[in-house]
């Protein structure tokens, strides 16, 4: 079975500076997607980015950038340039490739706080 | 982009009734959608898949004849929760996706149950 595993609860930035949220996952297959999403104090779910596991480039969506190693089955979310508005809970997530049933897997979610 | 609609917002239910929720695609065909369950400071939990037209398909754990799921339309989905207790009190959020081979899934702002 697919886990995906976000080992820290809580984490604090100062605003305008950079933090990085860590996932591990672990999967047998070899084609996935691998997002982090954003649910801010409304709890609407918000898609950051996304990574396709057959590129080796990594994704890069304005002041958000990944760090995705596959051999070691991490994917790291960068936040550059805090703003307060960052302040939510991050989720990682997986799903395999193929079919539309296919589901998403989440991490336990990290709160991340933005001082200002 | 696409949007998911979930109604209502905040509900407040007695126990021993049953309350539903809707949710609906705005302005795209889903042709599968999930529901999950959230507590506080929680991740989600898948609690089902359905598709238009067919039974859904509960994750292990999930009680069946609780939580009923119909997706009669390609745009609507409801879940129903049956017999609704205080430990059934919860965030409900749905999602949705475009199709087969398509990554995306778009989701609901989701529903804040209360039983008293």
């Known amino acids: 079975a697919q886990t995906v595993t976000q080992s820290q609860p809580e984490m604090s930035v100062q605003e305008a500076e950079t933090v990085t949220l860590s996932c591990t996952y672990d999967t047998s297959e070899s084609d996935y997607y691998l997002f982090w999403y954003k649910q801010p104090p409304s709890r609407q779910m918000i898609l950051v980015i996304r990574?396709?596991?057959?590129?080796?480039q990594n994704a890069t969506e304005n002041r958000f950038s990944v760090n995705f190693q596959k051999a070691a089955k991490s994917f790291s979310l960068k936040i550059s340039d805090s703003q307060l508005g960052d302040a939510a809970m991050y989720f990682c997530?997986?799903?395999?490739?193929?079919?539309?049933?296919?589901?998403?897997?989440f991490g336990k979610g990290i709160t991340l706080s933005v001082r200002p | 982009g696409a949007v998911v609609s979930q109604h209502p917002s905040w509900v407040i239910c007695k126990s021993g009734t049953s309350v539903k929720i809707e949710c609906r695609s705005l302005?795209?065909?889903?042709?599968?959608m999930f529901w999950y369950r959230q507590f506080p400071k929680q991740s989600l939990m898948l609690m089902a898949t359905?598709?238009?037209?067919?039974?859904?398909?509960?994750e292990q754990g999930v009680e069946k004849d609780k939580f009923l799921i119909n997706h009669a339309s390609l745009t609507l989905s409801t879940l129903t929760v049956t017999s609704a207790h205080p430990e059934d009190s919860s965030f409900y959020i749905c999602?949705?996706?475009?199709?087969?081979?398509?990554?995306?899934?778009?989701f609901g702002p989701g529903t804040r149950l209360t039983v008293t």
């Open positions: 999602s949705a996706t475009l199709g087969v081979g398509r990554y995306e899934q778009y």
């Open positions: 359905s598709n238009e037209g067919s039974k859904a398909t509960y």
């Open positions: 302005d795209f065909q889903a042709t599968t």
């Open positions: 990574q396709e596991a057959y590129k080796q």
């Open positions: 997530a997986y799903r395999i490739i193929t079919g539309a049933n296919s589901k998403l897997t």
